[in-house]
């Protein structure tokens, strides 16, 4: 009994030692009464909702009653406000109220998708007290993406600026006077990411808050007894605590609105209603250490305005296996912890003509040989946990049979601490003896409610104080014993094992018993290519629709990609991306339908290199990306030569403009002779746009000739974008035949990107037969990326026949990667078909490698010195032509002598030889 001496010398001399109780007992009966262990029991069971440290679920709206927390919890808070702004929406903020009151602050980490993140500390940026990033939510850059602001709930705290001023232009806005006053609450802010947030959709935040700055009277010198700086009323003064006898106190004088001082949760007492006495003994007993080192006694508890008070009380006792006592009309509060008796009771005061009620051992019913429980695992995120169930056989022998109840303890989150109250819960329920004594009226002034006294060689607790009109005093007695509470043969509480992410137990979340070795496909003519083969446990699961490979070579961070969609195979082979003579590393993992949590197997390597790939394989593969990219540089010729200009007069009337137009006009005819200048200027203003257009027409015509020069110039600016563009167009036409040069220059900037475009197109006609030249130039940049392009097109047709060319230099610059790329097209033919020749040469980001590449289309290509006396390097219908080959390593498959009398094969090591 380690812990006994302090706090029964605490308790003994605190109740009370003298009595000045014959003053008050004006004609009337006094009775108290303590909430007894077997009473605990019964009532746990009509409780109307779970008392817990946890609050699990997100509140919306305003019709929620007002909350705090006593101590530490978590919770999803009450969302009260959401915006979503910039491009594509990607920024959203939300604000969710936590508890009401001034609390101490956040827990450094939340949980998020289920796991557990740490807060990082950022620079405030505003009004609020702290600022945060939650780890591992960062972009490319390192810059954080989901951040959080607190407002502890303070008085006088200001409004978060920030919040004010984004949803400023909104539909739904963060007023000036959106302070919350007397709310803890924060401001969650996040940037979109496809990658962190994509595949999980919006995150649910669970944030670990420390409750409410708590009034301790022990440490205000203002009160007897106590020593300290705190002030009932200056909140300032108070700190935070998990102390189950400061937070009961707290509740009976409860949280008050900061202007009109009405009780928002909690009874509303004042310090003249309180046993203090009592509570400074509790507060003691609850802060004494054990022999493992911890406090006897803490707990957190959510509690609303809407909670019935005897049931909040309730948990706080039970937090300290104690009861609540109301003496004298004063509310108190009795620690689990031994006392010292303050007096004997013998025969002598006990009156013989009054009756006594004796039972030294409740009935079987009354009793209890089993009892299990839980309480709050925090290692277990926050989620409750199964204590040790406390029996003892020799109980059960006694009663005749197992007699199993439950008592929980959700509002404790220390296993030790849980075990301890729920061992002490048990012993109290066995030690089941009551009485009702008449006392001599000496006797009955000498003592009080909740203290201990002796009778019969055992300990009892005073639990009802009666005097009749008459001034005869009765006790109510129930037994007890410091043994109840004697440490020393308790087991400590159970030891969680932190949860590992959640996932589904009874479904696979990727292959089994994965393996990846080196293999050869064989195609035709004995040609070889190597490949990865993949192999794993076929799963007996539908839900699988496909197992996706990852694969690299060793030493390299590359990643390349493939899939099997019959996963019942068990092996796969794959070509793709395989090169020779390279290890490789591979993993595997899974589609499913529907979608779940999905992992990657462990890396796993081949045995070996990969064989030597047969060379006809290789340029196959080179042969299609190089075909494929001159379909690319076809297509874009093709859209190049489109029209590229309208007509001006198509593009804009003179006539019927809105706002501010001044126009002037000259003209002159004289029969089918025309000549005319027309000149309009148009300004046009509104709370959204400014656009000013000058537009000038010159035309002179005389029968079928016509000769016309048109110009358009615009400006336009809104709140978030500018333009600027010039457009000019001069032509000439006689009869069938016609010219015309056309410009086109633009300026575009916006919130997002800035645009800047010239287009300048030469154009002769006559008759079915045209030329054309085009030039296109175009730079562009925004958020994601830069791109400029410079492209010169050359065109001409005549009869049916037709001749292009078009060369194109374009540079890109984005986090994907970095490319540029120079390429001449050349198409010639008729309308029946046509020949395509031209080259490229790039540079490209493939995987996040950054290459290089340069391909050629002819039909004869030729490298030559110049030197007649050295035949060229000649690539002609499918054949490499060289006179002369100096080659150190050759690695083939097939060698024949162009008679075809001899043959070497290489791959399958024989030599034949024909005569």
Known sequence: MAIFTSIATAIAGALFGGSALAASLIGGALAFGAKLAIGKLSQQKQ???????????????????????????????????????????????????????????????????GEKKALVSRPVIGNEVANYHIEGFVNGSGDPVLTIRLYDGRPGQLVDQKLVDVSAALGNKWKNTSVNAGICYVVVERIYSDKLFGSKGRPELEFVLRGLREYDPRKDSTVAGGSGTQRLNTPSTWVHTKNPAVHRLNYQLGLRALVSGRTLIGEGKSLGQIDLATYFVAMNVCDTLRSNGKKTYECSLFVSGDDDHTEVLKQFDDAMAGYGLNRRGLSGVIPGAPQIPVKDLTAADIPIDRAKDVQFRPSAFERFNHLSGQFTSIESMWNPESLKPVYVNADIAADGRNRQTSIDFLQVTDPDIAQYLLNIRYRQNRMGGKATVPVSRRFGLAVQEGEWITWRGKS?????????????????????????????????????????????????????????????????????????????????????????????????????????TSPE???????????????????????????????????????????????????????????????????????????????????????????????????????????????????????????????????????????????????????????????????????????????????????????????????????????????????????????????????????????????????????????????????????????????????????????????????????????????????????????????????????????????????????????
Request: proline share 4%; hydrophobic share 40%.
């Open 47 to 113: 409780q109307k909702r779970k008392y817990t440290a946890v609050q699990g679920e997100i509140q919306f709206g305003g019709d929620v009653p007002v909350g705090t927390l006593y101590g530490v919890g978590k919770t999803k808070g009450q969302r009260t406000f959401y915006a979503k702004w910039g491009s594509g929406n990607k920024w959203n903020a939300e604000v969710f109220v936590l508890a009401n009151g001034w609390c101490d602050g956040l827990e450094p980490y939340v949980y998020i998708y």
């Open 460 to 564: 009892w607790l005073i639990s009802e104080w009666r005097a009749d009109d008459r001034l005869r005093i009765t006790l109510v007695l129930s037994e007890t014993s410091a043994a109840i509470y004697d440490d020393d043969d308790i087991e400590p509480g159970p030891i969680v094992i932190p949860p590992t992410p959640p996932i589904n137990p009874s479904l696979l979340s990727t292959v089994q018993n994965f393996n990846v070795a080196v293999g050869m496909i064989n195609g035709t003519q004995g040609y070889d290519t190597p490949a990865l083969v993949f192999t794993w446990a076929p799963p007996d699961d539908p839900t699988i629709t496909a197992v996706r490979f990852s694969y690299q070579i060793e030493g390299t961070t590359e990643l390349f990609e493939d899939q099997c």
């Open 569 to 915: 195979d068990g092996l796969f082979r794959t070509t793709k991306n395989v090169v020779s003579g390279k290890v490789y590393n591979a993993r595997a993992t899974i589609t499913t339908v529907p979608d779940r949590l999905r992992t990657f197997t462990p890396w796993a390597t081949t045995a070996q290199p990969t064989g030597l790939q047969t060379l006809l394989t290789g340029l196959q593969q080179l042969q299609d990306d190089a075909l494929n990219r001159f379909k690319e540089l076809q297509q874009e010729m093709d859209e190049f030569f489109r029209p590229r200009l309208v007509e001006l007069l198509d593009a804009f009337s003179l006539e019927g403009a809105v706002g501010q137009i001044e126009r002037q006009q000259i003209v002159a005819t004289i029969g089918d002779a025309l000549a005319q200048i027309t000149e309009e200027r148009r300004v046009r203003v509104s709370e959204n746009e400014a656009t000013a257009q000058l537009l000038t027409y010159l035309q002179a015509s005389l029968g079928g000739t016509n000769a016309r020069l048109i110009t358009e110039e615009t400006v336009r600016a809104t709140a978030d974008s500018a333009l600027s563009s010039q457009i000019t167009q001069l032509t000439a036409e006689t009869g069938n035949n016609a010219a015309a040069i056309q410009t086109e220059a633009t300026a575009r900037a916006n919130a997002d990107s800035a645009l800047s475009t010239q287009i300048t197109s030469l154009d002769a006609e006559v008759g079915d037969n045209l030329a054309r030249l085009i030039q296109e130039e175009t730079a562009r940049a925004d958020g994601d990326s830069s791109l400029a392009t410079s492209i010169n097109g050359v065109s001409a047709d005549f009869n049916g026949r037709f001749a292009q060319g078009l060369v194109k230099f374009e540079a890109v610059a984005a986090p994907s990667g970095v490319d540029a790329r120079f390429s001449v097209m050349l198409r010639a033919g008729t309308n029946q078909s046509f020949k395509v020749s031209g080259f490229y040469i790039e540079l490209y980001t493939q995987g996040g490698i950054q290459k290089s590449r340069m391909a050629i289309q002819v039909d004869q290509f030729l490298v030559f010195s110049g030197n007649s006396g050295h035949l060229p390097f000649a690539f002609e219908n499918g054949e490499l032509k060289l006179a002369i080959a100096n080659i150190g390593t050759v690695n083939a498959g097939l060698l024949q002598s162009l008679n075809g009398n001899m043959k070497i094969d290489l791959n399958n090591g024989t030599i034949e030889v024909f005569s």
